[in-house]
């Protein structure tokens, strides 16, 4: 007498969380990841380590709009070459002697002192000495403070590569000095690592130094005082500049830097002391 009622209520209970079924296809909610566990970015984490966010990642930051010298001023060196804006890239003609464009104040108040990387494009139209002058922050270990150095491409007869200056030494005559064939009209990817510690410059990837600045004293040569703190220059010859852009290093890579400039020591121990306790 009492089942049918019984049945029909039965059949209204409505179902818990448990017992609803999962929905279909595209409006199915995400499973939350476990408690702690690192949010994907695409790269592995290393072991124990969350993985970074693309939001913690170091950013880059453009230098040069492609367009205009906005951000940057012709540097007043005195019998410059007229410098344009051209296809996309910042022309650096053959000047008596130094053609240059330095970042404006207002960009130079705003970049870091260490411990970032700069990347840019350069090509020499024509000429035979250096297409890239690159002047920018270098901590100056020896006396404690900021400094400037200047990666200097196709110096000296146009193949000298090398930072002036280590120790009053320029790219000449210091141990970064090295050599590349350049061609005129061909573009070369510059990379400049810097740290307290080290500057790595690498050309198309592939590494032309990693000096070890440690008890170094860096400075500029007095023809390109006028590009700091961050400056491009040519020295009689027509140069071509594109790409420019800046931003700070990770811990991880500061790390790397500074492990790659570190001294070649085939005793593997520490560096040589002299009978003054001076490393050499």
């Known amino acids: 007498m009492f089942v049918a009622p019984?049945?029909?209520?039965?059949?209204?209970?409505?179902?818990?969380?448990?017992?609803?079924p999962a929905p279909d296809g595209p409006t199915a909610a995400a499973v939350p990841p476990a408690t702690g566990a690192p949010p994907a970015t695409g790269e592995p984490a290393a072991p124990g380590e969350p993985a970074a966010t693309d939001e913690e990642k170091p950013k880059w930051r453009s230098l040069f709009d492609g367009k205009s010298l906005d951000g940057w001023v012709v540097t007043e060196f005195g019998g410059q070459g007229d410098v344009a804006v051209e296809d996309g890239a910042i022309v650096l003609p053959f000047g008596n002697n130094v053609t240059g464009v330095t970042v404006s104040e207002a960009v130079g108040k705003t970049l870091p002192g260490t411990n970032y990387v700069l990347e840019l494009?350069?090509?020499r139209v024509s000429g035979n000495d250096f297409f890239c002058g690159l002047t920018l922050p270098v901590w100056s270990p020896k006396d404690e403070k900021a400094s400037h150095a200047t990666l200097i491409l196709g110096g000296w007869g146009g193949g000298l590569v090398g930072l002036s200056s280590i120790n009053r030494?320029?790219?000449?005559?210091?141990?970064?000095?090295t050599y590349h064939r350049f061609e005129d009209g061909a573009w070369y990817k510059v990379r400049v690592e810097v740290t307290k510690s080290g500057v790595r410059a690498l050309l198309d990837g592939e590494e032309l130094f990693a000096a070890d600045i440690r008890d170094s004293l860096i400075s500029t040569r007095s023809e390109v005082n006028l590009s700091k703190p961050l400056g491009i220059a040519t020295y009689i010859t027509t140069g071509a500049?594109?790409?420019?852009?800046?931003?700070p290093l990770s811990e991880e890579e500061i790390a790397a830097v500074d492990k790659a400039c570190e001294p070649f020591d085939p005793t593997g121990g520490d560096r040589p002391v002299n009978e003054f306790g001076e490393k050499n």
Request: glycine fraction near 2%.
């Open 6 to 20: 019984l049945l029909v209520a039965a059949l209204f209970v409505p179902p818990t969380a448990e017992s609803a």
């Open 121 to 123: 494009e350069a090509k």
């Open 169 to 177: 030494f320029d790219a000449s005559e210091n141990p970064t000095t």
């Open 241 to 247: 500049i594109r790409g420019v852009r800046i931003r």
